[in-house]
């Protein structure tokens, strides 16, 4: 059974800095693309970043680039998403999802985490 278990979420203000972590369990980690998504209250869910299975490629929605990176360590299982200069707007519950093919910002991903809430006050 395929788990992600996103954490790292929290209060943080404008300006500010945080990594998210997704551990994943019951997959073959190296032969799965990681892609991470956001939703804001009352707006539907959106893309965030990706990075293959080797970890050579990301891609990133406009709104993030220059600010937020994906990283994957192979030997934790883990995908984090390092987040610096942080916006009110990117207030969210970020998810992390999983899947064997490039989907890249497309939602089709096989397997989602529960997800985590990321707050950025002004």
């Known amino acids: 059974q395929v788990q992600l278990v996103e954490s790292g979420g929290g209060l943080v203000q404008a300006g500010g800095s945080l990594r998210l972590s997704c551990v994943a369990s019951?997959?073959?980690?190296?032969?799965?693309?990681m892609g991470w998504f956001r939703q804001a209250p009352g707006k539907e869910r959106e893309f965030v970043g990706a990075?293959?299975?080797?970890?050579?490629?990301?891609d990133y929605a406009d709104s993030v680039k220059g600010r937020f990176t994906i990283s994957r360590d192979y030997d934790k299982n883990t995908v984090y998403l390092e987040m610096n200069s942080l916006k009110p707007e990117d207030t969210a519950v970020y998810y992390c999802a999983a899947d064997k093919s490039w989907l890249g910002p497309r939602g089709e991903y096989a397997h989602w985490g529960q997800g985590t809430q990321v707050t950025v006050s002004s």
């Open positions: 990075i293959t299975w080797g970890g050579g490629s990301t």
């Open positions: 019951g997959l073959t980690f190296s032969r799965y693309t």
